[in-house]
């Protein structure tokens, strides 16, 4: 079977519809799949989306960025590819995230670390919940990433995140045990080959009964699940969905086990 690449479009404006992206992709290209991610409270779309072709059309594609499309002038770029519906989850996740993490567990006061921060889109909104009293450490392998929360923090007024540079093949985390309340992994379980160790570094970091939420993008709900169970670190929570959304990746909340 041939590989599927995915590429991520922008430029997409309200008045276009799947068909019309797809038709521009052509008829030349086989196995075309086109989804908008729209919005999920109502349904309009987001101004963006995704095209998935077999690896052999990648370059046709490619040379498709900056054509007009309705009114709109389309922008490709390739990206990781993602299951069905998970693009309008994290669009929304994004958009209402003190809202999730509140929901989840996290509270004024506590220590919470966001694992594999990227830009901050999870981070700033951890450190609005946590306040003063709390505080947020901001972790990528990427410096400009961490340079991002930076600024982003500064231009909130944030005095309560602390960036954390991780070495791209270290599997320590630079805290203390039990050093914190609560860890975020949002869009990032794709990218670690040692799942366990990582895991067990989470453990450890973690207050007793401390909370584990993953956002299991680009894997799904099911290998995540069997992931975090593997180690007997951590018993299963709960899982939470945004309205409307089916795709196969949800929150995912566990609670470190008692003992650990």
């Given amino acids: 079977m041939m590989a599927t690449v995915q590429f991520y479009v922008s430029g997409i404006s309200p008045d276009t519809d799947e068909?019309?992206?797809?038709?521009?992709?052509?008829t030349s290209v086989p196995d075309v799949s086109v989804e908008i991610v729209r919005d999920l409270d109502s349904g309009e779309s987001r101004g963006y989306g995704v095209v998935r072709v077999p690896e052999s059309a990648s370059e046709v594609v490619q040379r498709l960025s900056g054509t007009s499309v309705g009114s709109g002038r389309?922008?490709?770029?390739?990206?990781?590819?993602t299951l069905?519906?998970?693009m309008d989850v994290r669009d929304w996740l994004?958009?209402?995230?003190g809202e999730v993490f509140s929901k989840v567990g996290v509270k004024i006061g506590q220590s919470v670390l966001d694992y594999g921060c990227g830009p901050g889109l999870f981070t700033v909104p951890c450190a609005r919940i946590v306040g003063e009293r709390g505080r947020v450490y901001a972790l990528d392998v990427r410096p400009q990433a961490l340079e991002q929360v930076r600024q982003k923090a500064a231009a909130a007024g944030l005095r309560n995140i602390m960036t954390l540079l991780q070495e791209r093949d270290g599997k320590s985390i630079a805290l203390e045990a039990g050093a914190v309340d609560a860890v975020i992994v949002f869009d990032v379980m794709q990218?670690?080959?040692d799942k366990v160790d990582l895991l067990s570094e989470?453990?450890?970091?973690?207050?007793?009964?401390?909370l584990l939420s993953v956002f299991p993008m680009h894997i799904g709900?099911?290998?995540?699940?069997?992931?975090?169970?593997?180690g007997g670190l951590f018993v299963f929570r709960e899982k939470f969905d945004p309205p409307n959304s089916k795709a196969p990746s949800s929150v995912l909340n566990f609670a470190k086990r008692a003992g650990y």
């Fill in 74 to 81: 389309v922008v490709l770029s390739r990206m990781p590819v």
């Fill in 202 to 210: 989470i453990a450890r970091v973690l207050k007793r009964g401390g």
């Fill in 19 to 26: 068909s019309a992206v797809k038709a521009l992709v052509g």
């Fill in 221 to 230: 709900n099911s290998p995540a699940v069997e992931a975090v169970n593997a």
């Fill in 191 to 193: 990218d670690i080959k």
């Fill in 94 to 97: 994004q958009r209402h995230a």
């Fill in 84 to 86: 069905p519906g998970e």
